[in-house]
Structure formats: C-alpha cells, structure tokens
C-alpha cells in the first residue's frame, strides 16, 4: 500500500505560479511511474502530466504543455508539478497517483494504471 499526501495548493491569479508537491510513502517500486491528475466541478477526472522512475519520460495533456512541469527527486520519494502561466481553466482539485512502470506510454494518459491516489489539493485561478 502506497500513501500519497499532495500539498502547495491555493489561490492565485491568472498568470500566476504554484508548486504541487507529492510525498509517497509505503510500499513503492523502483520502476513507479507517478502521475497528476485533476478534476473540476461538473467534470470528469482529467490526466494532466506523468514522470518515469528516471525521469527520462514526461507525459502531458495538450492543455498544460509548456505551462506545467512534472519533476521528481526519488530521495526524497516526492514528486512535484510546477504551473505556471495558471489560467481560470487550470480550477480543480489536483490529484497525486503511482502507477506500475512498464506499461505502454499511452497508459498513463488514462487512470487505468494508477493503483494508489492521493486526496487531492485544490487549486483555484482567479481571473
């Protein structure tokens, strides 16, 4: 069992930067794929980024490339999003999820994956 914590979570305005982050504890694997996903009201759960094991492979959604960055530091068992130029759309609670490595890339742009979530933290962008 994997226990995700998110936080850095807020209120800012538009054009504004915040920084998620994503303590992992318990039982996680080496080849972990970790991954950030968020849900606004009245809408679905959407994937937003996902990060390999090395960090060698990124994954995101269209609406978030060159805004938002997913890192990690696997010392530290903690991953992160960095968002930048934040827009009114980016509004949703933001979840934290560890998945198995070695599915196929296109995997990780659904839920199917992902075995343990966090709660979430919300993020709202004023206009």
């Known amino acids: 069992q994997v226990q995700l914590v998110e936080s850095g979570g807020g209120l800012v305005q538009a054009g504004g930067s915040l920084r998620l982050s994503c303590a992992a504890s318990?039982?996680?694997?080496?080849?972990?794929?970790m991954g950030w996903f968020r849900q606004a009201p009245e809408k679905e759960r959407e994937f937003v980024a996902a990060?390999?094991?090395?960090?060698?492979?990124?994954y995101y959604a269209d609406s978030v490339k060159g805004r938002l960055t997913i890192s990690r530091d696997n010392a530290k068992n903690t991953v992160y999003l960095q968002m930048n130029s934040l827009k009114p759309e980016d509004t949703a609670v933001y979840y934290c999820?560890?998945?198995?490595?070695?599915?196929?890339?296109?995997?990780?742009?659904?839920?199917?994956?992902?075995?343990?979530w966090g709660q979430g933290t919300q993020v709202t962008v004023s206009s």
């Open positions: 999820a560890v998945a198995y490595g070695g599915y196929s890339g296109s995997s990780y742009y659904t839920s199917s994956p992902y075995r343990s």
């Open positions: 318990g039982r996680t694997f080496s080849r972990d794929v």
């Open positions: 990060i390999s094991w090395s960090g060698g492979n990124v």
